[in-house]
């Protein structure tokens, strides 16, 4: 497998956000997207997930049989974790199993990997901060997607779930998967490459 970025440019509102940006991932890579605010982390991940139109450049993903094309090979984490705030957690994630298609782990076993596993039957909209940003990272595990995109993964975890979610990472990568994550903290991703973006 691999994702390879070439010469990529973003505009927002008609500005240029950032221009010539480029790397390549091969099973087991992880990239982590560093720079100030404003320096064009969250639009370099929504334009490869293809969420965002490049102004310039390209993406190209070289996957297999299962995984042909870059949108469908990904999971997106966003800054919003696109739950619904009315349905219970497992509510939340058993749609997101059957939306993303490739079913992995059970519901209860994804929650269990999170550290949320007696709160299932809670509606999202009731959980706190950080247990809502560990029930968006369950997504990640209920469906089986190579190339993982992070904006600012760890925001409002506790330490102990940084540290979980940091082997979730280094699991995924020795399984042969990908990561890019946008962040301003370090994630335990030693490996993984840096690009940074802005001043
Ligand atoms: N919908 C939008 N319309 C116009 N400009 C936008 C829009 N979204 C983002 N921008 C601008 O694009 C630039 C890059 O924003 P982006 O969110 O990608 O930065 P970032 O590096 O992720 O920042 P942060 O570290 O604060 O999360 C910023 O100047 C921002 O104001």
């Given at each position: 497998m691999l994702l390879e970025a070439e010469n990529l440019a973003a505009e927002r509102g008609g500005e240029l956000v950032f221009s010539d940006i480029g790397f390549a991932l091969r099973e087991g890579d992880g990239l982590v997207v560093t720079g100030p605010n404003g320096a064009g982390k969250s639009t370099l991940l929504r334009a490869v997930a293809g969420l965002l139109p490049l102004a310039a450049g390209r993406v190209r993903f070289e996957g297999d049989a299962e995984f042909d094309e870059v949108g469908g090979a990904c999971h997106y984490l966003g800054h919003q974790n696109a739950m619904k705030t009315a349905l219970t957690v497992a509510e939340n994630l058993r749609f997101w199993r059957e939306f993303s298609g490739?079913?992995?782990?059970?519901i209860a076993e994804s929650l269990e990997m999170v550290g949320l596993g007696d709160i299932g039957h809670l509606p999202f909209g009731y959980l706190s901060t950080g247990q809502r940003r560990r029930a968006a990272i369950a997504k990640l595990l209920v469906s089986y997607r190579p190339v993982w995109l992070l904006d600012e993964p760890t925001a409002g975890l506790d330490k102990a779930s940084e540290t979980q979610f940091a082997e979730l990472m280094r699991a995924h990568l020795a399984d042969g998967g990908m990561i890019i994550a946008a962040t301003h903290h370090p994630l335990g991703l030693e490996d993984a490459a840096e690009l940074r973006m802005g001043a």
């Open positions: 490739n079913a992995h782990l059970e």
